[in-house]
């Protein structure tokens, strides 16, 4: 069986144990190095939900170590942390798939919404990470700008109508997520006090997911759309939500539409009813849902906002680089009840 020795760089956030998790199972890679920014401890002390089942220990990340022992590696850093990991290991021929942001968007976007870029250089070497749009890009890219869960559900959710909104109108996204997705250090919004019982709006039409869902239909479609997202924080663990309202131009059956465009993606589901949080937490699918009213369409799509949101996706796409099958290792059971 081929081995491939991975890295996972950042491994004190959910993302890095959702990775250090899925990974730990996966029949061809094998763990070969594990980091954070300040290292000195082993890996079941900073996460004892592995005692008894994996440990190692937790480095002070190190660009030449990465090199010398990983053929691929997670970034599962911060925007800015990670390209200054990425644009040395790229020269050192290291596969990289980057959970931050720092791949994600076109230079003039990314600078507007985040910071001066470091490496771009190789900016545009990048591919976008959704399996579905960009598979054969992935199998022969060595760096892969792994989507966050916001862009995911909504960009999958809206990529099928695209040939059919109504660009003379604007797309309003709805979007609802767990408190995992704001990461694990904590702030007043993320506080028990303040999410409990309660849910909230933030950066209302102001979220850098927004630009980055606007691009990427473009991209598909060459259609220049107003896209106005709104998201939400919820007080449940994991889980996302986005529903999506829009204007079209065509007499369509919407669920006819996705069950074609989808019909051979093993990990997005149509549903003939609204989706819902729970029946794909735990997973890497995409559920998803559209109904019609005149020329009024309604999309409804859920996601993992941390697996399919992030982690699983980065391992789907990890998969795909390294010529192995996409589903490998890939969790499919729902945390349900």
Known sequence: MKHINVGVIGASGYTGIELIKILINHPNFQISYVATTTGGIELDALHPALKGVFSCPVEIADVKEISKRCALVFLALP????????KDLIKDGVKIVDLSADYRLDLEAYEKHYCPHEDKEHLD????GLPELYREEIKKSSLVANPGCYPTA???????FTKYIDENFPIFIDAKSGVSGAGKKCNEL??????NENIFAYKVLNHRHE???KEKLFKQ??????VNFVPHLIPATRGELIDAYMLINKDIDPLAVLKDFYKDEPFVRIFDNPVDIKS????????IYAQRKGNKLYVNSAVDNILRGSSSQAVANANLMCGLDESTALPTIAYVP
Do not use: R, W
Not at 190 to 195: A, D, G, K, L, R
Not at 280 to 287: K, M, S
């Open 79 to 86: 925007h800015q942390a990670s390209m200054g990991f990425a």
């Open 125 to 128: 070497m990048a591919v976008y």
């Open 154 to 160: 909504s960009i999958l959710a809206l990529a099928p």
């Open 190 to 195: 993320t506080h028990y006090i303040s999410i």
């Open 211 to 213: 630009p980055e869902i």
């Open 221 to 226: 479609s060459s259609k220049d759309f107003d």
């Open 280 to 287: 794909c937490a735990g997973t890497n699918f995409c559920d």
